[in-house]
């Protein structure tokens, strides 16, 4: 499903964020609006797998899937293209960069089409194939198990051929922050190939919209502190721009 959210939708995602379950009568209490208006807006979002339905209300989805791939594509797309438009500016032309999987990295790589001699090594296909189109890039596509859904690639393989190298750039994805700073992922592999694009980047670039915070994923990546700098759309909330400015990452908000 390609959801389309209207602004309440979105908050009240969010809302659930904060409090892991929400009744109806709570929700609709909470927006002002009708029991009716927020069942018709829950099953939005449930169908879309945003949220899970329980008896009498909602919760997060599960914390060991990820929602499918069409329905990543579709969600908070224009706030993806800000982070993608803003990021791509703090990446000069002649640069060397790693980018790992994401839809919101997808559109990074959008972004840096109209850049000069770039030089991309990447485990995700569909960003292989789309900057392949400038003449004046040299794009290496990692080695490893292709996952049908999204076209990604991980494994032994992957890894190996990302430590060959060693970039300017390191422009990675999120499924989840905690507010303690933690990043966090669905894919156990697809976490160790992050770990390896962090390690072998002089700079590292988060990008990464609101949505992704206070979201349950199972999978450490490691502490936002490995991240130079946080490509987002909203300012975070103060525990965890608190975190930011400890572990001394950057923060840009794609307005």
């Known amino acids: 499903m390609d959801p389309r959210l209207n ?4 908050e009240l ?3 659930v964020q904060r409090e892991g379950f929400v009744a109806v ?6 927006f002002n609006v009708t029991q009716q208006t927020i069942r018709r807006d829950l099953g939005i979002l449930c169908d879309a797998g945003l949220l899970r339905r329980y008896h009498g209300g909602v919760s997060l989805p599960s914390s060991v899937e990820n929602l499918a791939y069409t329905a990543r594509q579709g969600l908070l797309q224009a706030e993806k293209q800000r982070i993608a438009s803003l990021l791509a500016k703090h990446i000069p032309d002649d640069a060397s960069l790693f980018i790992n999987l994401g839809t919101t990295n997808e559109d990074v790589a959008r972004a840096l089409q109209s850049h000069k001699n ?14 392949s189109n400038n003449p004046s890039f040299e794009v290496i596509a990692a080695g490893g198990v292709v996952r049908g859904r999204d076209h990604g690639v991980t494994g032994e393989a992957t890894i190996e051929l990302i430590r060959q190298f060693k970039v300017d750039f390191g422009i990675v994805g999120i499924s989840g922050i905690d507010l303690d700073g933690t990043l966090l992922d669905f894919d156990f592999q697809e976490v160790r190939v992050a770990q390896a694009i962090i390690e072998h980047s002089r700079q590292v670039y988060l990008a990464a919209d609101h949505s992704k915070i206070g979201r349950n994923a199972m999978v450490r990546l490691g502490p936002i502190s490995r991240v130079d700098a946080w490509f987002t759309d909203r300012a975070p909330p103060a525990p965890l721009i608190a975190v930011l400015e400890r572990s001394e990452t950057q923060l840009h908000i794609a307005s």
Not at 118 to 131: F, K, P, Y
């Open 13 to 15: 995602i969010a809302l």
């Open 7 to 10: 602004r309440r939708q979105e």
């Open 118 to 131: 770039l030089r991309i090594i990447t485990n995700n296909l569909n960003v292989a194939i789309m900057l």
């Open 25 to 30: 009568e709570q929700a609709a209490s909470h």
